[in-house]
């Protein structure tokens, strides 16, 4: 059968390479419909409780996806005249920045006083150029006084603020729509530098985020994606030492890599940063096909024999290994849709279109091209085929030893995988090549705080937050996460009405409490809302029916197991204080991003048990036997527990994309495996040998070819790690060291298995 199909392929070259041509151009037709998505929504884990939370809060109460910028002195404090005014002139700037819904600020905070127990709003600070030293002093003091902007919006020792502008878009085009806001403030900032080069001017926020991706990707993709195709193409010409080798594998990538991101552009559009992975793991992976092709069209050119009859045989061989490993390899990204975040099933669909394409454009395509020419075969053939071997015979002669010191080494070094934490930070996602967006936010949290705190939303029983009861279990939520050492600010309703309270009675301490009587709370909270200016008002903490508040805490900055253990004790708090279901759980970036690695663990944990248990299920029914089956799980899920091991024992930290290494390193690293059996069951089954015989035939016709592949898929991997979004770093070098590892694996004890259950 696969001798009559090999025949035909070349019997049918022309039409099968006008069809692939075809394939081709109706999948990259599809790029026009790939657009990026800036949007860190994208990365919340879906059907958790922290994501319901976050879109309930969004729905409830006005946007808070915002652009932080921060103003620093290194001397004194930011109470100067010339700094007050700049701080006021930025603060009136900012409002005229594109889709702003709101500018808090030092200068413009709503500031509270009672004249004949009227109650008075304004701003905390106007026309600071005409202000004398004993005014700035007087504020200076009364800032320490107002607990609402005190460690909030101005440092405790008063040598930083901030200017806060809260952005709302249509989100039609959302990297126009940030690029528009987030250029606008560059603009501001830049005068300020010029007049003032002795502040420090730094920017975050969400928004700045979203608004870095996108021309992050568009920078860096048109020199990493040839770096790559230059360095695995390198690699595979001083491994396979043949021209037409190099460019026969370098138009299958082209092909296979720019049909896979066209399909993503028919079937979904929308892409993020980890996209990047799949034009780079295609190329990779259509490489694998091509050597395997050209390794056996090669020994077979070195007999003799012609060019068509070597490439018919070369598919004879092939056809069968590398439709299974297309599958297998399709399974374990297919796997990914099981990923709770959307951008990751992007990704899995993307290299799963790619592995396809790359397997149809090699048979049909490059195997019938390459049977029109006499292609001349690279002269260490020979000595190829004689490294294999020798390390076969290593294998064979030596299976116990290698079987026990493999097993010993491999379990030791699993015993690190506990060691592993999951972590990560979306302030930690680019290079400071690109940006000092990571720098600038340790530096603005060493000063004031986490730019990134925590929200929850408190609902009254009464569907009144005025509601007497309801204030009191507010305030004690909030005196409870003030006492909290991870806390350094806590934003709360309860604050402004006894603010309120105590400014009504003159300014007594003792009226600074809740008040007794809902109507009051009612008519205070009313007047506070009249009074504040336009553009200030309590929609971003307050529901519209004001059934509900929001109370917002600035942590210290912390890993992601900090996080949860900080969570933890909240929600212990929670439900031995608070009446069930007044409090959501907490929402934000700080608490989605600590959340994701644990959800991704369980999904793609899950993910890699039903991918693995459908490869199995493919192997066992493509070479029919169960046995042997079983027999390739043990090199194709090892080498991933080992990675781990290796990685908890030097690295530790994991992040979300080094967890996605887990199940797509097993879609590659099964493909080893595969070669090894089919050539191991060609010899078996059709040759007569017996199994030490085999083991050696298997590694003289793919050994070689193996390792080469390990190189060029590390090499290729090893690209990532110039990319600018540092996530792929972990990825690269966790498949990396797993390719390696199962390299290992498959040659040395892969073999002794066979030897000890495979001896009839």
């Given at each position: ?32 419909y ?8 994208n990365?919340f ?48 700037k ?52 107002e ?30 729509e ?9 603009s ?69 890599a ?180 990571t ?33 009191i ?43 007794a ?54 929600q ?64 194709n ?19 979300f994309?080094v967890?996605l ?11 080893f ?63 990396v ?24």
């Amino acid at each position: 059968m696969l001798a009559w199909m090999s025949k035909k392929i070349i019997e049918l070259r022309l039409i099968l390479i006008g069809c692939s041509i075809l394939l081709l151009v109706g999948s990259v037709a599809g790029i026009k419909y790939v657009s990026f998505s800036p949007d860190m929504e994208n990365f919340f884990p879906e059907n958790h409780p922290v994501t319901d939370a976050h879109m309930i809060m969004d729905e409830t109460f006005t946007t808070t996806d915002n652009l932080l910028i921060a103003i620093g002195v290194n001397e004194g404090t930011i109470f100067k005249r010339d700094v007050l005014s700049v701080i006021e002139n930025l603060t009136e700037k900012s409002w005229s920045t594109p889709h702003s819904v709101r500018v808090d600020s030092l200068t413009n905070f709503s500031y509270v006083s009672s004249v004949n127990d009227d109650l008075r709003v304004e701003p905390f600070i106007e026309n600071a150029i005409t202000l004398d030293e004993k005014a700035i002093l007087l504020k200076e003091e009364l800032i320490e006084k107002e607990p609402l902007a005190y460690g909030s919006i101005i440092s405790k020792d008063k040598k930083t603020t901030i200017v806060n502008i809260l952005v709302d878009s249509p989100r039609v085009n959302i990297q126009k729509e940030y690029g528009e806001t987030v250029e606008y403030v560059l603009s501001l900032l830049e005068e300020i530098k010029k007049e003032h080069p002795d502040l420090e001017i730094k920017l975050s926020g969400i928004i700045y985020v979203e608004y870095l991706s996108p021309r992050i990707i568009s920078e860096q993709m048109p020199i990493l994606v040839p770096c790559l195709f230059l360095v695995i193409l390198t690699s595979l010409f001083f491994l396979v030492r043949s021209i037409p080798a190099v460019i026969g594998s370098l138009v299958v990538i082209i092909f296979s890599a720019s049909s896979a991101v066209g399909i993503t552009g028919w079937t979904s559009g929308l892409v993020t940063q980890p996209f990047v992975m799949v034009p780079i793991l295609v190329t990779t992976l259509a490489v694998a096909d091509c050597v395997h092709l050209f390794s056996l069209y090669f020994r077979r050119l070195d007999e003799g024999v012609g060019s068509k009859e070597s490439m018919i045989y070369s598919l004879k061989l092939n056809i069968q290994p590398l439709f299974i490993t297309t599958i297998t390899t399709a399974i374990g990204f297919l796997s990914l849709n099981l990923a709770p975040v959307e951008p990751i099933r992007t990704v899995g669909n993307g290299i799963f279109f790619g592995v396809i394409l790359a397997f149809l454009f090699t048979i049909f395509f490059l195997a019938p091209l390459c049977s029109f020419f006499n292609i001349k075969a690279p002269k260490k053939t020979n000595s190829q085929k004689e490294l294999a071997r020798k390390i076969g015979e290593f294998s064979v002669n030596n299976s116990k030893k290698l079987f026990w010191s493999v097993s010993s080494i491999s379990i030791l070094l699993m015993l690190f995988i506990p060691f592993n934490t999951l972590n990560d930070s979306p302030m930690e996602f680019y290079s400071k090549k690109v940006t000092n967006l990571t720098e600038d936010t340790k530096w603005l949290s060493e000063r004031l705080g986490g730019t990134f705190p925590v929200s929850y939303q408190l609902t009254s029983q009464k569907e009144s937050i005025s509601d007497p009861e309801f204030l009191i279990y507010l305030e004690r939520f909030t005196n409870w996460l003030e006492e909290k050492e991870e806390v350094i600010h806590v934003h709360s309703l309860s604050t402004i009405m006894k603010n309120l309270n105590s400014t009504l009675h003159s300014d007594n301490p003792e009226w600074y409490k809740i008040p007794a009587e809902e109507d009051l709370s009612a008519q205070y909270l009313f007047f506070y809302e009249m009074s504040l200016p336009f553009g200030l008002d309590l929609n971003t903490t307050l529901s519209q029916d004001r059934s509900s508040t929001k109370l917002i805490a600035s942590l210290k900055e912390m890993g992601a197991e900090d996080y949860k253990k900080f969570d933890k004790e909240v929600q212990t708090y929670l439900q031995e204080n608070m009446p069930k279901e007044m409090v959501s759980a907490g929402s934000g970036l700080r608490s989605m991003f600590a959340f994701m690695g644990e959800t991704m663990a369980t999904q793609l944990t899950f993910a890699l048990t039903i991918g693995a248990l459908l490869i199995l299920l493919t192997i066992v029914l493509s070479f029919r036997s169960i046995k042997l089956g079983l027999l390739t799980s043990i090199p194709n899920l090892l080498p991933i527990g080992i990675a781990f091991g290796v990685w908890g024992l030097i690295i530790e930290e994991v992040s979300f994309l080094v967890l996605l290494g887990m199940t797509t390193t097993l879609g590659i690293i099964v493909d080893f495996t595969v070669h090894i059996l089919s050539k191991y069951l060609l010899g078996r089954r059709e040759m007569g040998l017996n199994t030490s015989e085999a083991i050696i035939f298997a590694f003289e016709s793919v050994g070689f070819a193996l390792i080469v592949l390990t190189i060029i898929l590390s090499a290729g991997f090893l690209v990532l790690l110039f990319a600018y979004f540092i996530p792929l770093h972990g990825f690269a070098l966790f498949s990396v060291l797993a390719f390696f590892i199962a390299l290992i694996v498959d040659l040395l004890l892969f073999p002794a298995l066979l030897l000890s259950f495979d001896k009839k």
